[in-house]
C-alpha cells in the first residue's frame, strides 16, 4: 500500500474540514495580512480607506449612480391583414361570369360573381302585377265607404222622421222599429266598407313586400368586392354550382397592416393605447407604427394579453402572418448597469448585490433584473446612488466591517 496517496487525501480532508468548519478561525488569521495588504493598496489608490482598522475584510467596490434608461416591453408576434373576408353566395344558382384569378387588386363594388337569374325576372313581374292589382282595389273599397255613409245619413233622416209621425200618432210602432232596423243595418255596412279598405291596404303592403323579396333576390345573383384589397382565391369558376353560403372568394387588405402580439400580464401595465411601437421582421425589415388596441380580457390559458400595433403597408412589402420581434415603448426607469458576475444570492435565494453601506459594513441589498445587455445587466431596486461589492462579494456577509477599494463604475 501506498504512503503517498494516504497522506495526501488526509491533507485534502483536513483543509475541507477547516475551510467548511473552521471559517471564521481562518479569516481572523488573515485579517492581518490582508488588512496590511490593504493598507499598503489604499495609500496609493484610495485616500478615503485609511481609516480602516486592521479587522476589516479588503474588497473592491464600484460607486454605482442609477441612469435613466428607456423601457421597453419586447413581444414576439406576427403580421396581420388589416381586413380579410371570404365573400358568399346568399340564393343559389349557376355562375355565368368568368373567374378572376388571385392576386388580383379588386376594388370595392367590383363584381366577382354574377349567378344566372333563372326564373327569378318573371317572378318579380308577377309580384309588381299583384301590387297593382292591390293599388286598384283601394278606390273601389274607399267608395264602398262613402256609399255607406250616403245609407247611413239616409236611414237616419228615415228613423228620425218615424219618431216623430209616431210621436204624433200620424205613424205606426212597425214603422219606426223598420226605419231603426235600416238605421243599424246602415251603419253595418259603412263598418264592412271600412273594413273593405283596411283589407286593400294591407293587400298592397303584402305585394309590396313581395316586391321587394323578389328585386332583393335579383340583387343577390351579383356578388361584388366590399372594400378594396387584392384576391386570396380565385373566384367561382364559370359553370359552378353555388348554394347558398358556399364561398366565392376570399378578399384580403393589407394598406395597413397589424402586429399582434401578446403581452404577459406582468408587463400588461406597461403598456398604453397610443404608445409608439416598432419591429423587426424575418426578413429584416424594420417597420414602425402605434399602440390601437390592448385587450382587457386575458387569454384563459395563456394568461396573455392581445395587443394590435397599426402600420402603414402602402407599397404593399409586407405579407399576413410574417413573425415580428415588436418592442413597444413605455415610461423610462432609472436602473444601475453592473457587471453580471457582481450577482450574488442571499441565504433565501433572494438574487441581490452586497454593498457597502455607512461605517464600511456590508449590507445585502435585493434587485430586480431589467435588461441583459453586452456591457451588463440593468437592475433596480436601489438607492440612487450606492457602493456595491464586485470583487470579494461571496466571501462576507451583512454586518461584517470592510476596507473596500474603488474601481470606476461602468458608463
Not at 200618432?169 to 243595418?185: D, N, P
Not at 404608445?275 to 407604427?289: C, F, K, N, P
Amino acid at each position: 500500500m501506498k504512503i503517498i496517496p494516504v497522506i495526501t487525501a488526509l491533507l485534502v480532508s483536513a483543509g475541507l474540514y477547516l475551510f467548511v468548519f473552521e471559517r471564521d478561525r481562518l479569516f481572523d488569521l488573515a485579517q492581518p495580512a490582508a488588512a496590511q495588504a490593504t493598507e499598503t493598496s489604499q495609500v496609493a489608490q484610495a485616500p478615503a480607506t485609511e481609516d480602516a482598522d486592521d479587522s476589516a475584510v479588503g474588497v473592491v467596490a464600484m460607486r454605482s449612480v442609477a441612469q435613466t434608461i428607456d423601457s421597453a416591453v419586447v413581444l414576439r408576434g406576427r403580421t396581420e391583414a388589416a381586413r380579410q373576408v371570404t365573400i358568399a353566395a346568399e340564393t343559389n344558382g349557376l355562375v355565368i361570369s368568368e373567374p378572376i384569378r388571385k392576386g388580383a387588386s379588386v376594388m370595392e363594388g367590383d363584381v366577382m360573381c354574377r349567378l344566372d337569374p333563372g326564373t327569378r325576372a318573371a317572378m318579380l313581374d308577377e309580384a309588381r302585377a299583384r301590387l297593382a292589382e292591390a293599388e286598384g282595389r283601394v278606390p273601389e273599397a274607399e267608395a264602398s265607404v262613402i256609399e255607406a255613409n250616403a245609407r247611413v245619413r239616409e236611414a237616419e233622416i228615415n228613423l228620425n222622421a218615424a219618431q216623430r209621425l209616431s210621436e204624433d200618432g200620424f205613424a205606426s210602432e212597425t214603422r219606426l222599429v223598420s226605419a231603426e232596423a235600416a238605421m243599424q243595418a246602415a251603419t253595418a255596412g259603412v263598418q264592412r266598407a271600412r273594413s273593405g279598405v283596411s283589407s286593400a291596404l294591407a293587400g298592397i303592403q303584402s305585394a309590396q313586400a313581395s316586391v321587394a323579396s323578389a328585386e332583393r333576390e335579383i340583387d343577390k345573383l351579383t356578388i361584388t368586392a366590399p372594400f378594396s384589397g387584392l384576391l386570396e382565391t380565385d373566384t367561382a369558376e364559370l359553370g359552378a354550382l353555388m348554394q347558398t353560403g358556399t364561398p366565392c372568394a376570399t378578399i384580403i387588405q393589407l394598406n395597413e397592416i397589424k402586429l399582434v402580439g401578446f403581452v404577459p400580464e406582468a408587463d400588461v401595465a406597461k403598456v398604453k393605447v397610443g404608445a409608439i411601437a416598432g419591429a423587426r421582421l424575418t426578413s429584416g425589415q424594420q417597420v414602425r407604427g402605434m399602440v390601437t388596441f390592448l385587450s382587457r380580457s386575458a387569454d384563459e390559458l395563456t394568461r396573455t394579453f392581445r395587443v394590435e400595433v397599426t402600420i402603414d403597408n402602402a407599397d404593399l412589402a409586407i405579407s399576413d402572418g410574417q413573425t415580428a420581434e415588436i418592442l413597444v415603448a413605455s415610461d423610462g426607469r432609472t436602473a444601475h448597469l453592473i457587471a453580471q458576475s457582481t450577482l450574488t444570492l442571499d441565504d433565501d435565494g433572494v438574487l441581490g448585490v452586497r454593498t457597502v453601506a455607512d461605517g464600511n459594513i456590508v449590507q445585502f441589498m435585493p434587485i430586480t433584473l431589467l435588461r441583459d445587455t453586452i456591457e451588463g445587466v440593468w437592475v433596480t431596486d436601489l438607492p440612487e446612488t450606492v457602493d456595491i461589492i464586485t470583487i470579494g462579494q461571496e466571501f462576507v456577509v451583512d454586518g461584517v466591517r470592510v476596507a473596500p477599494t474603488f474601481t470606476e463604475a461602468k458608463g
